[in-house]
């Protein structure tokens, strides 16, 4: 498995602001991912964070809203730009170890007001 | 294509009476597939997986699955549940040769005293 931190773990924001997550793994991995998950409901990925590329994203997350870096394999962040209440959500981040399984962070709870 | 389907949002037992939670997949290649489990106010933690091999999965904390390929399952249970395995639990599915899982919509045990 892997050991998972996620700065901050908690926070209040006001609409129009960013935040940017960090994720930290304790070995290096290559597959990571980052995923929002909308109060009572499941886990959606945003993108795949590629180590010295351009994040890959999924149908409906575009990269201004949500700029993603990956400096190195054990370090990643999330950016949520010019946010919004419907912005409200945990954001998870995710690494493959193993060959197929992944392994989350405890998450960032985001509130936006 | 992949898809999840997880049987009752919302699900009570009593404390030791048998826990059933009903996952069924789609998938157009050999899957792989996950349990996860989400404390309140956590991450996710993987309960248990099925790759290749032994069709019925033991776990952690009790949990076991049978992956049914006839019946396109993978339903999750314990013997006897405990007041701790009240949390949220997630289906998940993956394919040979991809890393990206599609989840279910989750199911919110209760245990009953």
């Known amino acids: 498995s892997a050991v998972i931190s996620q700065k901050p773990s908690r926070d209040i924001c006001q609409r129009g602001t960013s935040l940017t997550i960090q994720c930290q793994v304790d070995?290096?991995?290559?597959?990571m991912f980052w995923y929002r998950q909308q109060p009572g409901q499941s886990l959606t990925l945003i993108a795949t964070?590629?180590?010295?590329?351009?994040?890959?994203?999924e149908s409906g997350f575009v990269i201004d809203k949500f700029p993603i870096s990956r400096p190195n394999l054990t370090f990643s962040t999330l950016t949520v730009s010019n946010m919004s209440p419907e912005d409200s959500s945990i954001y998870l981040c995710?690494?493959?170890?193993?060959?197929?399984?992944?392994?989350f962070g405890p998450g960032t709870r985001l509130l936006v007001l | 294509a992949q898809s999840v389907t997880q049987l009752g949002s919302h699900v009570s037992v009593s404390e030791g009476a048998l826990v059933l939670l009903r996952c069924n997949y789609s998938?157009?290649?050999?899957?792989?597939l996950f349990w996860y489990v989400q404390y309140p106010n956590q991450g996710l933690q993987l309960l248990l997986k099925?790759?290749?091999?032994?069709?019925l999965v033991k776990g952690i904390n009790g949990f076991e699955a049978e992956f049914k390929k006839s019946e396109t399952s993978f339903h999750l249970t314990k013997p006897s549940a405990h007041m701790s395995d009240a949390a949220e639990y997630f289906c998940?599915?993956?394919?040979?040769?991809?890393?990206?899982?599609?989840f279910g919509t989750g199911t919110r045990l209760k245990v009953l005293a």
């Open positions: 995710s690494v493959v170890v193993g060959g197929e399984t992944q392994y």
């Open positions: 070995s290096q991995v290559t597959m």
């Open positions: 964070a590629n180590q010295g590329s351009e994040a890959t994203y």
């Open positions: 998938s157009s290649v050999p899957p792989y």
């Open positions: 099925y790759t290749t091999g032994a069709t």
């Open positions: 998940a599915v993956s394919g040979t040769g991809t890393y990206k899982y599609i």
